[in-house]
Nanobody, 125 residues
Framework: VQLVESGGGLVQAGGSLRLSCAAS????????MGWFRQAPGKERQFVTA????????WYADSVKGRFTISRDNAKNTVNLQMNSLKPEDTAVYYC???????????????????WGQGTLVTVSS
């Protein structure tokens, strides 16, 4: 499975950005897609995930109410709409995909076998 992200950039605090992740290849082998982020000097952190059907989604507490994940089945794409951005949202955002149980493990990078190259999001104060 190949994942290609797009949509990062620089935005002022309070602004919005939309990230996209296009999946290709053996997509029948995955049942979940998500976004993680990593700020300089910090560990990779779960942001959100969605089931391949789009019927279930999960969010980190820090982004609930501000970020929305969605699926575009026709394009095999997952989108991340980020609103009310804060400087602490600044990080490299990674798209991830994998196959496993919809359990607590989905909050951890080990659940995801496939990763995109990352896209930088910078929120200025």
């Amino acid at each position: 499975v190949q994942l290609v992200e797009s949509g990062g950039g620089l935005v002022q605090a309070g602004g919005s950005l939309r990230l996209s992740c296009a999946a290709s290849g053996s997509i029948f082998s995955i049942n979940i897609m998500g976004w993680f982020r990593q700020a300089p000097g910090k560990e990779r952190q779960f942001v959100t995930a969605i089931s391949w059907s789009g019927g279930s989604s999960w969010y980190a507490d820090s982004v609930k109410g501000r970020f929305t994940i969605s699926r575009d089945n026709a394009k095999n794409t997952v989108n991340l709409q980020m609103n009310s951005l804060k400087p602490e949202d600044t990080a490299v955002y990674y798209c991830a995909a994998g196959r496993g149980a919809y359990s607590d493990s989905l909050y951890f990078p080990a659940q995801y076998r496939y990763w995109g190259q990352g896209t930088l999001v910078t929120v200025s104060s």
